[in-house]
C-alpha cells in the first residue's frame, strides 16, 4: 500500500502567485481531508470530503482557498494569491468508512511545505 | 464545544525511562479518541485508538493508553523511552457519528536525552 501521496514536498514561491497542492488518498478510501499545520496556530482541518463530495470547508481561511476532488483518487488544494502568511506545511489525510459507520482512523500523508516570499 | 487539551507543550525524558503523555478532553459524549505520531519532516502516523471495550489500549512502538471516562482523559505511556521516541505527539478525539472531523491537541514535543 502507497500510503497517502502528497506533490510536492516543497514548494517556494512569490507573494501572488498562484500554487497547487495535490493529494492521492489511499485506494478504496472514501473521506479526504486538507490540514494546515503552523507553530502559531497548530494543526487545523480546512475541508474534508466524503464520496468527493465538500462536506465541511468551514477552516478554509478566505475565499483564497480553494480545494476540489473531482475524482475519488485525486484532491487539489489551491492558494490563488498566495500570501507569506499562508507559509505552513499543509497535510493531505484519508480515512474508510466501515461497515457500520464506526471509527474515523485517519492515514496522513507526508505533507507539502508550503514557503511563500 | 469539543476541545482536547495536551497541558504539557515539552517534555525531556532520559533514555530506558518511562513516559507519561497527558490528554483531556471536553465532549458531549464519549468521543473516539486517537494518539498520533509525528517525526521530524514526517506525517503523523497513528499510534493506538480507543472505539470501545477494554479502556487499557495497546499501540505500536510499545505504547499503550488509558482511557479514564471519569476523568476524561486518555493519557499515553510507554514503561522505556528509545531515542527514536523523540517527536512531536498528538491527542485526537473524533464524534460517534457519520461526521469524520478529528480535533487535535495542541501537541507534545518529546525530546529524549542519552
Known amino acids: 500500500d502507497a500510503g497517502v501521496i502528497q506533490s510536492p514536498r516543497h514548494e517556494v514561491t512569490e507573494m501572488g502567485q498562484e500554487v497547487t497542492l495535490r493529494c492521492k488518498p489511499i485506494s478504496g478510501h472514501n473521506s479526504l481531508f486538507w490540514y494546515r499545520q503552523t507553530m502559531m496556530r497548530g494543526l487545523e482541518l480546512l475541508i474534508y470530503?466524503?464520496?468527493?463530495?465538500?462536506?465541511?470547508d468551514s477552516g478554509m481561511p478566505e475565499d483564497r482557498f480553494s480545494a476540489k476532488m473531482p475524482n475519488a483518487s485525486f484532491s487539489t488544494l489551491k492558494i490563488q494569491p498566495s500570501e507569506p502568511r499562508d507559509s505552513a506545511v499543509y497535510f493531505c489525510a484519508s480515512s474508510q468508512k466501515p461497515s457500520g459507520g464506526l471509527g474515523n482512523e485517519q492515514f496522513f500523508g507526508p505533507g507539502t511545505r508550503l514557503t511563500v516570499l | 464545544a469539543q476541545s482536547v487539551t495536551q497541558p504539557d507543550i515539552h517534555i525531556t525524558v532520559s533514555e530506558g525511562a518511562s513516559l507519561e503523555l497527558r490528554c483531556n478532553y471536553s465532549?458531549?459524549?464519549?468521543?473516539?479518541l486517537f494518539w498520533y505520531v509525528q517525526s521530524p519532516g514526517q506525517g503523523l502516523q497513528l499510534l493506538l485508538k480507543y472505539f470501545s471495550g477494554d479502556t487499557l489500549v495497546q499501540g505500536i512502538k510499545g505504547f499503550e493508553a488509558e482511557f479514564k471516562r471519569s476523568q476524561s482523559s486518555f493519557n499515553l505511556r510507554k514503561p522505556s523511552v528509545h531515542w527514536s521516541d523523540a517527536a512531536e505527539y498528538f491527542c485526537?478525539?473524533?464524534?460517534?457519528?457519520?461526521?469524520?472531523?478529528?480535533?487535535f491537541g495542541a501537541g507534545t514535543t518529546v525530546t529524549v536525552r542519552a
Open positions: 465532549y458531549g459524549a464519549t468521543p473516539y
Open positions: 470530503f466524503n464520496n468527493n463530495v465538500p462536506i465541511d
Open positions: 485526537a478525539v473524533g464524534p460517534r457519528s457519520n461526521d469524520y472531523k478529528l480535533s
